[in-house]
């Protein structure tokens, strides 16, 4: 049937684009056409409204094997081995359905990891959830751990590391990232270009079914009343069945028969045909009778927009098709030939004998619609002038223990115990530090990753948020005594329609891309999802970034945890003092104004390199870099961890003692040190022109503030260790 406007605005286009549509086709599209120009066409497939500003971030560096524009990036750690990594977005459909939503964005990523010819090595996710006055809060964070937890520990996956948090601005939206690190031989990459004519389309995996249709034209919009009404747009996981499409695809692999390889996720089968056939400048024919489909008459319409999980497509050399069959068989999956490439450079697919579709693949991948849209950039706050009066009414170790449980820092114990971390033998630093570990199987080698975000500074001021937010990734690498490498990026944010919307991705795009570019940190992979708003009310940007770094003998890794007592404390880096925006002052003095700490990208750099020199000349015992809640917080969890107490001291600085101690000002680390190693770290830090402050000792179990009453570590633990426990139980 042919279809009008209103059918086009139904699939999420709006009349310039159906308008354009039938131009380029010079006809009216049927029905069949016109669901894979929405899916095609929609801003979670084409990048639309973001792909003018994401050609901007920085790409390349001495060890990027392949940057954006496939599956997954991949970087080189030597000795010929490769790290393929990237994160991806399941909001929408984590929000509608908690637990399918979460496992399938889990699925979904590792997915996009193996079919380069990785095996999975890691898993790490960054959630967000509304405020924890939210009715809905508990539920579905309860569902999205359940959904993480069920894909990757069936998987046989460990989940390492990760990041939770907690704003109202989530309350109608919340955040799912998933991440992915695999590791492959970079001789054996496998990439998604279609190569050669007449050659055979391989359909593996499980069956078509009709969960999942419009999921990434869902994705591309807004929220309103009928949320209810988009169930059936999240697909449905099936863990074991990955698990078994890893090993059979893995052991294709290692012969010469395949020449491309495409994971079916957003748009399912219409997205990984064209986008294969795009790459390669060929034509794709399909006879979509011959796709397995596990639900009776199903149309061409559902069959190319089905987004059912645990599906492959593989363009395999001629002749190579019953040795591959015999694999998947092996495996108990589908496999059937379903079409071949062609030299037509159009998609053409057949259903009974009919053609039912046939648009040029230029049309839908070259000129999908790119948009440079209005924006407002958002002006730097001016600062808050708080009063020395009113902070005198204050305990510093009463303030300590109230931020110690707050949502944002208290321990997420709760959520990754119920994820499987050693699983596989290779964890050397599970969840709970500043970068999970995982060795690189039968050597001292290992990778650090970390995932971090930064809405409260992104919302303040979108440049500097996303500068300090790729900082922060850094120095979380750079505590354990890891390479940072590249990252990967998850950009979520509200409708890109709205000019204070878009000013915001901009802004904190520009500020990523030069951070990335000092740091030499160089963006890989990624995702943006847009739209993540609800009756008109949206999220507070939140780009995460996700790092990989590498560790040249994992038994010299630095950990966070206190080690000895009579140790010296130390703050590597200049603090001024910046409350504005810190936990702080939103928590304790109820001030949500002001300007984020500046970021000072030179002395970010120049510190991070110190420190890695004080790691490799064996002169730090511990280590934590200063972030949310400030000195005294970061020290605060290394004494947590490590079971020991400590005694700190203001140095004379002009800042108050709550400015001094609770600051967040950027660039900063703790390290512990033994006392006759003071003198070589000085003049390391001397000779390196790094501002430090000596500022303590570790004790055996005492707290020790200045004139504050005594505490005893098992109080701070308590306040740290007990929040989400009692919020979950209740």
Not at 222 to 228: A, G, P, R, S
Not at 315 to 344: R, S
Not at 700 to 710: A, Y
């Amino acid at each position: 049937m042919e279809v009008n406007l209103q059918n086009a605005m139904d699939h999420g286009l709006n009349k310039e684009e159906f308008n354009k549509i039938c131009d380029l086709l010079k006809r009216t599209p049927n029905l069949t056409e016109l669901g894979i120009f929405s899916a095609m066409w929609n801003e979670h497939c084409s990048y639309k409204s973001s792909k003018v500003h994401l050609k901007k971030l920085n790409t390349k560096g001495k060890k990027v094997i392949q940057g954006p524009g496939e599956n997954a990036g991949i970087i080189d750690i030597e000795d010929d081995d490769a790290i393929v990594f990237k994160i991806e977005s399941h909001n929408h459909p984590s929000f509608i359905e908690p637990y399918q939503g979460a496992a399938t964005g889990v699925g979904g990523i590792m997915r996009d990891v193996f079919t380069m010819g990785a095996r999975p090595i890691a898993n790490l996710n960054s959630i967000h959830f509304g405020s924890t006055q939210n009715p809905k809060t508990k539920n579905l964070l309860r569902g999205v751990v359940k959904g993480i937890g069920g894909y990757g520990n069936c998987m046989g996956i460990p989940t390492i590391a990760g990041q939770t948090n907690f704003d109202e601005s989530y309350n109608g939206n919340i955040l799912v990232n998933a991440m992915t690190l695999g590791l492959v031989n970079k001789n054996k990459i496998f990439y998604s270009k279609a190569v050669g004519v007449n050659k055979p389309v391989i359909y593996v995996g499980s069956k078509t079914g009709r969960d999942g249709i419009h999921g990434a034209s869902m994705a591309s919009a807004v929220f309103d009343d009928k949320i209810e009404e988009k169930k059936p747009t999240v697909q449905v996981g099936d863990p074991f069945t990955e698990k078994l499409l890893l090993e059979a695809c893995l052991e294709l692999m290692a012969g010469k028969s395949i020449i491309s390889i495409q994971d079916m996720g957003a748009a399912g089968l219409t997205s990984s045909s064209i986008e294969m056939a795009s790459k390669g400048n060929l034509g794709i024919e399909l006879n979509l009778n011959k796709v397995p489909c596990r639900e009776e008459k199903m149309t061409p319409y559902e069959i190319m927009l089905s987004e059912s999980q645990e599906r492959m497509l593989i363009i395999l050399e001629n002749g190579k098709e019953e040795e591959a069959k015999k694999i998947f068989d092996k495996w108990n999956l589908d496999f059937a030939v379903i079409g071949k490439t062609t030299d037509t450079k159009k998609i053409e697919l057949f259903f009974d004998k009919i053609r039912v579709a046939q648009i040029p693949i230029n049309i839908l991948a070259e000129n999908a619609p790119i948009y440079d849209r209005k924006f407002k950039k958002t002006k730097l706050p001016q600062k808050i002038k708080f009063n020395k009066d009113d902070l005198k009414n204050f305990k510093i170790t009463e303030v300590l223990k109230k931020i110690l449980s707050s949502p944002n820092i208290s321990s997420k114990e709760w959520i990754w115990e119920q994820y499987d971390q050693t699983v596989m033998g290779d964890t050397v630093e599970k969840p709970g530090s500043d970068s999970g570990i995982v060795r690189i199987h039968g050597s001292s080698k290992a990778v650090a990753t970390s995932v971090d975000s930064s809405a409260i500074y992104c919302y303040a001021h979108p440049l500097t948020g996303g500068k300090q937010v790729v900082c922060e990734n850094w120095r979380n690498l750079i505590s354990c005594g890891s390479k940072p490498i590249a990252i990967t990026n998850c950009l979520n944010f509200g409708n890109p329609e709205k000019e204070e919307n878009m000013g915001e991705f901009v802004e904190c795009v520009e500020g990523i891309n030069e951070a990335s570019k000092f740091l030499d940190y160089p963006v890989v992979s990624g995702n943006v999802s847009f739209y993540n708003e609800t009756k008109d009310k949206g999220i507070k940007p939140t780009p995460t970034i996700g790092g990989v770094g590498l560790v040249t003998d994992y038994k010299k890794i630095i950990t966070m945890d206190l080690k000895n007592i009579n140790n010296l404390i130390l703050v590597v880096g200049k603090t001024e003092g910046h409350i504005e925006q810190s936990i702080f002052a939103r928590n304790i003095l109820n001030e949500k104004k002001g300007p984020p700490p500046e970021i000072n990208l030179f002395n970010e750099k120049n510190n991070g390199e110190t420190i890695l020199k004080l790691i490799n000349e064996k002169l730090i015992k511990s280590t934590h870099d200063v972030s949310l809640g400030g000195i005294i917080t970061a020290v605060s969890k290394m004494a947590i961890k490590g079971e020991k107490g400590f005694k700190l001291i203001k140095p004379k600085v002009l800042t108050s003692k709550f400015h001094y101690y609770f600051g967040e000002d950027q660039g900063r680390y703790i390290i512990e040190i033994e006392p006759n190693n003071l003198s070589k770290v000085q003049k390391i830090l001397k000779e390196n022109s790094v501002h430090y402050d000596e500022i303590g000792i570790v004790t055996k179990n005492e707290v020790i503030l200045d004139k504050e009453p005594i505490l005893h570590i098992d109080d701070l633990t308590k306040s740290n260790k007990t929040w989400l426990i009692d919020y979950m139980s209740k």
